[in-house]
Structure formats: structure tokens, C-alpha cells
């Protein structure tokens, strides 16, 4: 009987995080693709769009230097970059649900 040979990484942990970056790359294509759309409508909510954008940005880099900053000092080892992905995809998938409307 053939066995498949065993993976080098440890419970899946680094294809898991490669899927969920992949993922959060392509989430994040379809939020551009709607806010490239918003924005070249023009109107009011473009500028309002543009400064929401910004400040999204900030504030989820803000939070992932939180998460790390916290997790160093306080000597947890739990967090790992697949933690930071999927904070980043919970905010891009807000973002494409409230751009589809």
C-alpha cells in the first residue's frame, strides 16, 4: 500500500497561513475594484470614501502593531502572522460587503 509522504510543516500551520494571505489577497483586489468604481463615480461620497480609506488603513496597522507589540511584551508566543492575516481579512471583508451595497 502507497503512503503519502508526510509534510515537512507542522499541523498545516504554514499552508494555512499561505491560503489565508491568498485569500486576503484576492479579497483585497475585489474591495479596490469597488472603490476604484466608487471613487471614478464622483460625487459626493468619493472624497468621504477616500478619507474612510486612509483611516482604515491606519487604524488596522495600528492593530496589528498592538497585537504584536502586546504579545512580545507580555511574553505570549499564540500569536503568529496567520492571527495578523485574518484581522486584516475580517476588515477587508467588511469593506467588500459595505461596497457592494
Known amino acids: 500500500m502507497f503512503k503519502f509522504p508526510k509534510f ?25 475594484a469597488l472603490r476604484l468604481a466608487r471613487l471614478a463615480a464622483g460625487g459626493v461620497d468619493a472624497p468621504r470614501e477616500i478619507a474612510l480609506m486612509v483611516s482604515e488603513k491606519m487604524e488596522a496597522a495600528q492593530q ?9 511584551m507580555s511574553g505570549r508566543n499564540d500569536l503568529d502572522a ?6 486584516y481579512r475580517k476588515k477587508v471583508r467588511a469593506n467588500r460587503r459595505r461596497l457592494s451595497r
Not at 496589528?64 to 512580545?72: E, F, N, P, T, V
Not at 496567520?82 to 484581522?87: A, D, F, N, T
Open 64 to 72: 496589528s502593531g498592538q497585537m504584536m507589540l502586546s504579545a512580545g
Open 82 to 87: 496567520g492571527k495578523i492575516v485574518q484581522m
Open 8 to 32: 515537512a510543516w507542522p499541523n498545516m500551520q504554514f499552508a494555512s497561513m499561505a491560503s489565508q494571505s491568498a485569500m486576503l489577497a484576492l479579497e483585497s483586489q475585489q474591495v479596490i
